[in-house]
């Protein structure tokens, strides 16, 4: 999930060409400045947790350039979002086994019986060709570009997944999911963020939240949560 990594404020540049005010922007400009804010230039290794109820899950995130790897105990696995040019891939490896990548019928899995999916950890929304400028709106305080991005095919539960992009640094700070009758299912959202020493800003803690399909009545929620080496 690089909304994990934000980047510091950048200038957007197209091509080569002269800088795009923010207005001005194209959906796939933002989606572009959303992908180049999850690159992290050294190697971060944090411990975590995610909450549901009165359950904790505990794991150890690691955060390089190319990769984001999530650890767990009890039983043993290890969950990598691996970065490339054309996409993402989103891998397991259980306790003595080799890496293998998750088949698209666990996409609708919970990650350790969480309400964020194995297809919320690959972000695959984020390649989907078909996109949309919105507008604008404030999470957190911050101004926002949003996006609504369009599923290609028949995975996952998504059809649409609307972004809502920092303007000031490119990092995806929510994400609302509507399923194929385009109706709300699920939104996370970035609550708190925090600085480390090599001076990356990384989320500090997210709010995952489960809906009735067309409303935004909460039926479960899951929060995660990251503390400082």
């Not at 989103?90 to 698209?104: D, F, P, R, S, V």
Request: glycine share 8%.
């Amino acid at each position: 999930m690089r909304f994990l990594a934000v980047m510091a404020v950048m200038a957007a540049r197209v091509n080569g060409q002269e800088e795009v005010t923010p207005d001005a922007m194209t959906a796939e400009q933002i989606v572009d400045r959303v992908l180049m804010s999850r690159a992290m230039q050294n190697k971060e290794e944090l411990r975590g947790s995610f909450t549901k109820g009165r359950t904790s899950v505990p794991f150890t995130i690691t955060l390089l350039k190319d990769q984001i790897s999530f650890g767990f105990d009890k039983p043993k696995q290890v969950v990598s979002l691996n970065i490339t040019e054309k996409g993402a891939r989103l891998t397991e490896t259980a306790a003595g086994g080799k890496e293998q990548a998750i088949a698209t019928a666990r996409y609708t899995e919970g990650v350790r019986g969480t309400d964020l999916t194995y297809d919320d950890l690959s972000q695959r929304f984020l390649y989907w060709p078909k996109k949309a400028k919105v507008g604008t709106d404030t999470v957190q305080t911050r101004k926002c570009d949003v996006v609504d991005l369009f599923n290609p095919d028949a995975l996952g539960e998504y059809y649409m997944v609307r972004v809502f992009a920092d303007r000031d640094s490119g990092g995806m700070l929510r994400m609302m999911g509507f399923d194929r009758e385009g109706k709300l299912v699920k939104t996370c959202t970035v609550t708190s963020g925090m600085k480390l020493k090599s001076g990356a800003t990384v989320l500090k803690s997210m709010e995952i939240l489960r809906h009735q399909p067309g409303s935004k009545k909460v039926i479960s929620e899951t929060t995660l949560e990251l503390r400082k080496p």
